[in-house]
């Protein structure tokens, strides 16, 4: 397994600090559950074109796995405004949590509301299931999400053909 020496994985108290409270200069998020007064707004966040092809699965379909497959979606905002979406489970074989999907909106794009976005999600999985690993995937091809993901701490671990293999370690709440 690589690492990149810039980072480390979150795997203490002082570590998870870092996802504790977003710096001054960064955007503030919050996630939301989804439910009647939302769901159709989410459906209606987009990412660019040139991202397409790296997010190709639309919000409803994940609305619709989410309803069906037991998985958990969210609304991002700040302040009022939607700006994303994001989705986790837990994998019934090993118990693990995987973000499943995670986007912005492409309005709201290089603002800095990705990463808060992100690390809000880290902090709402981790104090709401107190978990010490966080997986997701990402296709090789999404530059911007792998140097994204890899300036939080998450490893690669792997690469099945088409998504790369991300984990972030916790320490257990």
Request: hydrophobic share 30%.
């Amino acid at each position: 397994m690589n690492r990149d020496k810039n980072t480390k994985s979150p795997n203490s108290d002082e570590d998870m600090e870092r996802f504790g409270s977003p710096e001054r200069d960064q955007p503030t998020v919050e996630l939301k559950p989804i439910d009647e007064n939302n769901w159709y707004e989410c459906t209606e966040l987009e990412v660019s074109d040139e991202q397409k092809n790296v997010f190709p699965v639309s919000v409803v379909y994940w609305l619709a796995e989410s309803a069906y497959c037991g998985f958990t979606p969210l609304a991002v905002y700040t302040g009022e405004e939607l700006i994303g979406f994001a989705v986790y489970a837990v994998d019934p074989d090993d118990g693990s949590y995987w973000i499943m999907a995670y986007m912005i909106d492409h309005k709201f794009q290089h603002k800095g509301l990705g990463r808060s976005g992100m690390e809000e999600l880290v902090r709402y999985i981790h104090d709401k299931h107190g978990c010490d690993k966080i997986v997701l995937g990402h296709r090789a091809e999404n530059e911007r999400a792998s140097r994204l993901y890899a300036s939080l701490g998450f490893e690669e671990v792997g690469r099945d053909g088409i998504e790369i293999i991300r984990e972030l370690t916790l320490s257990k709440s």
